[in-house]
């Protein structure tokens, strides 16, 4: 009897067993369909849509925040821009201010430039021919040709002794001929002065290469497509005397010779021209310098501009996902 009892136990454990794994795969018994492990379920959809709400809020954060950080990165950028804006327009103006000055400069001897090259302008063949024919020119016209071949960098074809003359008589040890040893002085000091470069036979070395010159245009050439920047230091040393010489005036020197004017003129405004640039040529250096700089401002604004419209661009695009954002939340809910 007791293994019966047993048998009988067994067997009823068995069939609850067997009517609760029905209920849970969908079968129905007496309570009309309700699954057994009903309760465990329901908690664990809650949990996965707390998890997912919570998954929703972390990435709304997120967004608010890289939002607000963009926000942030493009007024830092447009500060940035502005900046370097004002700096750009302030190195513009400077640039300006300098070129203004170097054309006020070179402005100051333009008319000696224009007037020489007019000057050469009205020179005919037959004014040249008339200088070239002449064996012993006037002393005006042999100095005007003499500076021009000494500018152009032409030698000199003769040499004639300079500072040369007479011995000077020898002052006597009595009293009486003091003006002869006045004289006598003077005529020793005069022998010992240094030369004068431009006195007549100093010029007159100049005037076989010059003659070869006047044989034609080129003389006129040369005068018009000379280098005024090449003009060394030294050769305007050279030169600097004929400003005060009373035979290197225009008016004088046309008196002579439309050939004689023209050289005159167009020495003078080489000298002219020198003197300008030594004013000049440091405005032109910096001028360049500030150039350079405003070239490189130019860039670093350019690359200012493109990030700023980068992140302009990017923080309205963040704008509008995170505008969207509840609504998606809405609709997956």
């Not at 954060?61 to 804006?85: D, G, K, M, S, W």
């Not at 010992?192 to 076989?208: H, K, N, Q, S, V």
């Not at 004689?260 to 003078?268: F, N, P, Q």
């Amino acid at each position: 009897h007791e293994d019966e009892g047993e048998e009988e136990e067994e067997a009823e454990v068995q069939a609850d067993n067997t009517h609760c794994s029905g209920a849970s795969l969908g079968g129905s018994g007496a309570s009309g369909g309700v699954p057994c492990c009903a309760g465990g379920t329901a908690a664990g959809q809650d949990l996965a849509g707390r998890g997912l709400e919570l998954a929703v809020a972390v990435a709304e954060v997120e967004r608010c925040n890289r939002h607000q950080q963009l926000l942030e990165e493009v007024a830092a950028q447009a500060v940035t821009t502005e900046i370097l804006e004002a700096q750009l327009r302030e190195a513009a103006s400077e640039v300006q201010l300098m070129k203004s000055e170097i054309n006020a400069d070179l402005a100051k001897v333009f008319p000696a430039l224009e007037t020489a090259a007019e000057a050469m302008d009205n020179l005919t063949m037959a004014d040249l021919q008339e200088s070239r024919s002449m064996v012993r020119p006037p002393h005006g016209l042999a100095l005007a040709l003499a500076a021009v071949c000494t500018a152009l960098g032409v030698e000199r074809s003769l040499r004639v002794p300079l500072g040369d003359g007479p011995p000077a008589p020898a002052a006597t040890a009595e009293g009486g001929g003091g003006g002869d040893a006045r004289a006598a002085v003077a005529a020793t000091a005069a022998a010992l002065a240094e030369p004068d470069p431009w006195a007549f036979e100093a010029c007159m070395e100049f005037w076989p290469a010059a003659r070869k010159l006047l044989g034609g245009a080129g003389l006129v050439h040369q005068m018009r497509s000379f280098d005024r920047d090449s003009l060394t230091t030294a050769v305007v040393e050279q030169l600097r005397p004929l400003e005060t010489h009373p035979l290197f005036e225009p008016l004088v020197a046309r008196r002579i010779s439309l050939t004689a004017e023209a050289m005159v003129l167009w020495t003078r405004s080489l000298l002219a021209y020198y003197d300008v640039m030594q004013d000049v040529a440091p405005k032109k250096e910096r001028f360049r310098e500030l150039m350079s700089e405003l070239e490189a401002q130019e860039k670093h604004l350019a690359k200012s501009r493109q990030r700023l419209l980068r992140l302009r661009l990017e923080s309205e695009d963040s704008s509008k996902v995170t505008a969207m954002a509840p609504q998606a939340s809405q609709i997956s809910a």
